[in-house]
DNA sequence: TAGATTGTTAATCGATTAACAATC
DNA sequence: TAGATTGTTAATCGATTAACAATC
């Protein structure tokens, strides 16, 4: 799966909404569908549909519209949906444990591989049918376990140093929770996740409700 | 705080990172910044700053900059922080209950009033200081009780129905983390957290590490 | 006053929407 | 074949960056 072209950002990030409706739609056994009809149920225009799916291909056929199945195979692919992933949770508190509890991700093919903390409370209790190791351990399970992300759950003021100890143990990938920018070289994948940031969002749409904000 | 100008959904997202950096500055005693000191270390351009701040006012002077504290305090008020708004969970699952025992909400001043679920197995328990009371009294609650979020932690399929009676219940805001975009009428303020998509941009990162991904 | 840095206008860049020829 | 709908180019819209006059 080479891209040669280049993707916008706001293209991909629509992608796992598209691979949401089509699933939705595959569910109710609708076999085709139009880009017109499915921009009514998305709420974007239909012009958008067309162009953002023909960034990777041309998944349709004119006068019929596209088959549900095969594009929403194609978004799978294009998103490595399926692709087994494996990850660990850096952190065991309550967020943590959240994630290593959410079956959505496995649902999607992700795959829980381990979960780590300092707290020695937490170290050997089990959390989704694994033990918690302890964070100092981490160097050894990474060299007999192929981890392709780590799950940042701890306190910012803890999360650059752990994060740029994982990139020297070889982690590649990041979806980080702290409240905090991680600042890594470059070639280091970073999606933050971050809850207060969004949830000020929402208090900023609260207090100036009369202007609609998207 | 009744704003004039219409305000790009772009510039208020940019929001709460602003306040992230200044917080940071603030602890470390720095009482004053400019655009383009503040550039370098946000990763964006000083004239994005000046352009993003300038919506709200001139909280800037020229030949000295922006005073740290006073900056803070005006973003803070844009944003809602510390406006005291009262949130509701409805689900008390893993995530319900993370959300429930997070910090860093309260740091901000937003509320934990209470949590709901229909699993009678949850009910009554003890969540960070709070008994889970059973979703089917959430109208009485809520009669006795000014709530202004409800943060939604339930299945995708319950997530329509349950928002659509907190609807007419009075609720008039959603911090929404089913994975579903729930259509309500447009008076009414949505923001979603969709892990699992999120976690898909990640994957398609990886997929495609050779392109650089914003 | 001179230097620094804002506030703001103008220019550029990127993303969305419209339009329509191609084609199933 | 005729109707429907895509794929794609062109036009528009919005967001970012550059530039500089205003001013502390």
Redesign the pocket.
């Known amino acids: 799966m080479a891209l040669n072209k280049k993707i916008?950002?706001?293209?991909i990030r629509r992608l796992p909404r598209y691979f949401r409706y089509l699933t939705d739609l595959l569910i109710i056994n609708v076999t085709r569908?139009?880009?017109?009809?499915l921009s009514e149920k998305m709420e974007?225009?239909?012009?958008?549909i067309?162009?953002d799916?023909?960034c990777f291909?041309?998944?349709?056929?004119?006068?019929?519209?596209?088959n549900v199945k095969f594009l929403r195979k194609q978004i799978a692919n294009i998103l490595g949906v399926h692709s087994h992933f494996k990850f660990v949770i850096i952190g065991a508190g309550n967020l943590g444990q959240a994630l290593a509890n959410y079956s959505n991700f496995q649902k999607i093919g992700f795959k829980f591989a381990g979960i780590f903390d300092k707290n020695l409370d937490l170290v050997g209790t089990t959390i989704n049918n694994k033990k918690v190791m302890h964070i100092d351990t981490i160097g050894d399970f990474l060299a007999y376990n192929k981890i392709d992300i780590a799950m940042i759950c701890i306190p910012a003021n803890q999360a650059t140093i752990v994060t740029e100890n994982l990139v020297t143990l070889g982690i590649k990938a990041f979806w980080n929770f702290s409240p905090t920018d991680l600042k890594l070289s470059n070639n280091i994948i970073v999606e933050n996740v971050h809850l207060v940031d969004s949830l000020m969002v929402l208090g900023y749409k609260l207090l100036h409700k009369s202007i609609p904000v998207l």
């Open positions: 916008s950002p706001a293209v569908i139009s880009s017109s009809k974007i225009t239909a012009s958008q067309r162009q799916l023909n291909g041309g998944f349709g056929q004119q006068g019929y519209g596209y």
